[in-house]
Nanobody, 117 residues
Framework: QVQVVESGGGLVQPGGSLRLSCAAS????????MGWYRQAPGEQRALVAT???????SYADFVKGRFTISRDNAENTGFLQMNSLKPADTAVYYC???????????WGPGTQVTVSS
């Protein structure tokens, strides 16, 4: 059974930092691409950052220079380091793992990030 679980969300002041984690089980994590998405109230889910199984990263323009995606294959865990947070970053953040060959993918339930003073 595949499980993807995010953690690390919370309330932070503008300019602060949070580190999100994505723990995956039931898959061979090292061969999966991973992505972080976010969805704010009333908005569509948006891609934030991705990291391929080989470690290649990409970022949405609105987080470039502030967020860093990484992964620890030995721990079957991915991360999203978020710095210089803004109120506009407030959203539920979701982790997605995808096997590029079959396109099978799995989502976590999400973790709430709130940036407010």
């Amino acid at each position: 059974q595949v499980q993807v679980v995010e953690s690390g969300g919370g309330l932070v002041q503008p300019g602060g930092s949070l580190r999100l984690s994505c723990a995956a089980s039931g898959v061979t994590f090292r061969i999966y691409d991973m992505g972080w998405y976010r969805q704010a109230p009333g908005e569509q889910r948006a891609l934030v950052a991705t990291i391929s199984s080989g470690g290649t990263t990409s970022y949405a323009d609105f987080v470039k220079g502030r967020f860093t995606i990484s992964r620890d294959n030995a721990e079957n865990t991915g991360f999203l380091q978020m710095n210089s947070l803004k109120p506009a970053d407030t959203a539920v953040y979701y982790c997605n793992v995808k096997f590029s060959v079959t396109k099978n993918d799995y989502w976590g339930p999400g973790t709430q990030v709130t940036v407010s003073s």
